[in-house]
């Protein structure tokens, strides 16, 4: 079964996870928690620009241990299964689509479309590394990124959350 076992990020996807859940803004405040936070939107963000990236084969490596997996295990599917019906490019088919969704999950046969997700999470990585780490060396920096991606986030996808923004601008300022 998918998101059973503990799972590692390795190489320069555990770097980037790592920097994302490392960074705070002060004793308070942090990009990410948890590596947890980083793989329930990753491959989301990897999907919805576009992203995908192989298994990098380096030394670094970070975990989410399977307690943690199991606990969040309902959201991690449902992530998968949005992924496996909406992604037309690694599947015209609809009907096909939703057999990879729900009744080919977890199965041998899906070993391709794990791995396609997997890449969705690891381009997802790069994209959050690349928009909130890349470039920043004060919090100010960070909190521009990440002012920066919600703005253009905003304007790919038109669902902005004004109270999130707002509170960008605020501590923007």
Known sequence: MIFSSEYTFKGI??????????????????IFERNMDVYL???IVGFLYNRRSPVDKGVSTTKIFTD????????????YRLIMLLDEEHEADFEKRVDKAFRHYGDKTATAD???????????????????MQNASMP???????YEFMKEFDSRYNQSSDEIIDLCKLARS
Request: hydrophobic residues 35%; without cysteine; charged residues 40%.
């Open 13 to 30: 996807h555990a770097d980037r996870v790592k920097d994302l859940t490392g960074f705070k803004f002060d004793k308070e405040h942090v």
């Open 68 to 79: 943690i997996l199991l606990k969040y295990q309902k959201e991690l599917e449902f992530n």
């Open 114 to 132: 794990v791995e396609r997700y997997e890449e969705y999470v690891r381009g997802g990585i790069d994209v959050l590394h690349e928009k909130l």
């Open 41 to 43: 939107l990753a491959p």
């Open 140 to 146: 100010d920096d960070y909190i521009k990124n990440l």
